[in-house]
């Protein structure tokens, strides 16, 4: 069955700081891979995908994540987060767009 | 981008009544819709997959008698919550996909909050 993990609930990081978002899943096939980000209010934002080819993904807000197969990890990553970073991020898998499977979400609190 | 609109943003209801929950695509059409549910500290779990001028399909475990989705038009889906108990209190999100040349893309509202005394 199709499963997303990310194991972080709440992660706090320091303005300027690095951000490594975690996230593990278990597909069956070749996954599709998905970071949104969700802030009050607002809808899901698509941040970055993966479908095939360069395993490092460049997405927006300067954000990128990296698959790693071996490790059935699609971590999100920013090298410098920015107060209006804060807010919910959700990993997901799905086959393309069709019915996503989404992970519970870490909640990103960005400290002056 | 892509703007999927929902109405209304909250609605508290009595126990026993029905609820409507629109879901507009507002600058492009899409034959295909999603209706998810989020629970708190939880994440996003897709209740059914709704199509144009078609019945929607289900996923397991969702009551297709209780929660009615209509998908009347390439512009909008509805979810109307029937007999609505104090357990259907959630987080509703819908999701509209577009499609162009580079794929397929889904798009998501801004949810709607029901509450059900």
């Known amino acids: 069955a199709q499963s997303v993990t990310q194991p972080d609930i709440h992660i706090t990081v320091s303005e300027g700081a690095s951000l490594e978002l975690r996230c593990n899943y278990s597909?069956?096939?070749?996954?599709?891979l998905f970071w949104y980000v969700q802030s009050p209010g607002q809808g899901l934002q698509l941040l970055l995908k993966?479908?095939?080819?360069?395993?490092l993904v460049q997405g927006i807000k300067g954000f990128e994540a990296e698959f790693k197969r071996s490790q059935s990890s699609f971590n999100l990553r920013k090298p410098s987060v920015h107060w209006s970073d804060a807010a919910e991020y959700f990993c997901?898998?799905?086959?393309?767009?069709?019915?996503?499977?989404f992970g519970t979400g870490t909640r990103l609190l960005v400290s002056p | 981008g892509a703007v999927v609109s929902q109405h209304p943003s909250r609605v508290i209801c009595k126990s026993g009544t029905s609820v409507k929950i629109e879901c507009r695509s507002l600058?492009?059409?899409?034959?295909?819709m999603f209706w998810y549910r989020q629970f708190p500290k939880q994440s996003l779990m897709l209740m059914a997959t709704?199509?144009?001028?078609?019945?929607?399909?289900?996923e397991q475990g969702v009551e297709k008698d209780k929660f009615l989705i209509n998908h009347a038009s390439l512009t909008l889906s509805t979810l109307t919550v029937t007999s609505a108990h104090p357990e259907d209190s959630s987080f509703y999100i819908c999701?509209?996909?577009?499609?162009?040349?580079?794929?397929?893309?889904?798009?998501f509202g801004p949810g709607t909050r029901l509450t059900v005394l």
């Open positions: 600058d492009f059409q899409a034959t295909t």
């Open positions: 997901a898998v799905g086959a393309g767009f069709q019915k996503l499977v």
């Open positions: 709704s199509n144009e001028g078609s019945k929607a399909t289900y």
């Open positions: 993966y479908f095939s080819g360069d395993t």
């Open positions: 597909y069956g096939a070749t996954p599709y």
């Open positions: 999701s509209a996909t577009l499609t162009s040349r580079g794929g397929d893309e889904q798009f």
